[in-house]
């Protein structure tokens, strides 16, 4: 009996710290002009086990606990984001009989769109600061992502709000 109770434990914990009918995003982020289904697949996991359980620890609550993400979720959000993005400009810019200026307009678009959106949320520097914040809350240091105060144009974006005691804690 005491065997099956752990077995069933190790089950739980593997099967908690998986996304549940989920495709993953980035698998399936290319779109090419020749895709004639028209369909994109996101991840969006709700919860993350134990990343969500150290998360509700730091800040206190669960609802608050979805603000420190952790490093899967803040993936699969940012993920999602240019996924949607980059399918939405790809099927926008379609030119009959004109498959080069089609491929060249979509790419001139994806790579536009990617440099335009750098410093806002979930984008690619909302991922690095949210790892560096996932990073932290596994050590139950709370803190802010300062890319959510939308600094376009910052010359640096910085993690804030947390205590010289809890970084020096790191650093022993």
């Not at 802010?144 to 974006?157: C, D, H, P, R, T």
Request: one cysteine or more; proline letters at 3%; charged letters at 20%.
């Amino acid at each position: 009996m005491k065997k099956i109770k752990y077995v069933l434990i190790f089950v739980l914990l593997v099967l908690g710290n998986r996304t549940i009918l989920g495709q993953r995003a980035f698998d399936n982020n290319l779109v090419f002009y020749t895709d004639s289904v028209g369909q994109v697949y996101l991840d969006m996991p709700l919860l993350a086990l134990p990343d969500q359980v150290q998360s509700y620890k730091t800040t206190g609550g669960f609802f608050p606990s979805y603000m420190n993400p952790g490093m899967e979720n803040s993936l699969a959000y940012s993920a999602d984001f240019y996924t949607a993005a980059h399918f939405g400009l790809k099927k926008a810019l379609r030119f009959k009989n004109k498959r080069i200026l089609q491929i060249f307009m979509q790419r001139l678009a994806v790579s536009a769109f990617d440099v335009l959106v750098m410093q806002m949320p979930l984008s690619a520097s909302w991922l690095h600061e949210e790892y560096h914040r996932a990073v932290m809350t596994k050590f139950g240091i709370n803190s802010f992502n300062e890319v959510l105060l939308f600094k376009i144009g910052a010359s640096s974006i910085a993690v804030s709000h947390e205590k010289d005691e809890e970084l020096e804690m790191l650093c022993d």
